[in-house]
């Protein structure tokens, strides 16, 4: 499941001609894959592993997360006293008839990651069905 909905998200990066790298975890929050197009930043993968972290610890997707911390000054400190979590756009979580089984996260393509992870998390869905 976590390298389909990889492979799936990268594909549809390239698909917009973009490079990108894309995590999953776990509910756990262990990585379970990451890859990464050639040319790719160390950040922008730094970036896909972080808001995968993100997405799954506060079941929500990463832009959300960036919304509501603007507004609510405890969970803006509750993330910024973790550096392997990141709210930018991109992360988005997993879940399997209402339960967390994960999370994916795309870096280093600004204003597309979203996309890419939502392509990722599609095909994770349509397998199951």
């Known amino acids: ?17 973009v490079s990108v ?7 756990a929050g262990i990585l379970k894959v990451t ?3 050639d040319g790719v930043s160390e950040r922008g ?7 995968a972290q993100a997405a799954n610890e506060f079941k929500m997707p990463t832009s959300a997360l960036a919304q509501k911390i603007a507004t609510d000054s405890g969970l803006a400190q509750r993330l910024a006293a973790n550096p392997g ?3 930018d ?3 988005l979580p997993m879940f399997v008839e209402g339960e967390l089984v994960g ?3 795309v870096g280093g393509a600004r204003g597309k990651e979203e996309a890419c992870a939502q392509a990722g998390l599609e095909r994770v869905n349509a397998r199951r069905k």
């Open 1 to 17: 499941m976590a390298l389909q909905a990889a492979q799936t998200a990268l594909g549809a990066c390239h698909a917009q001609g």
């Open 21 to 27: 790298a894309v995590s999953v975890v776990d509910s």
């Open 35 to 37: 890859l990464a197009d």
């Open 45 to 51: 993968v730094i970036t896909s592993i972080a808001k």
């Open 85 to 87: 979590y990141a709210a």
């Open 89 to 91: 756009a991109g992360g």
């Open 103 to 105: 999370a994916i996260g």
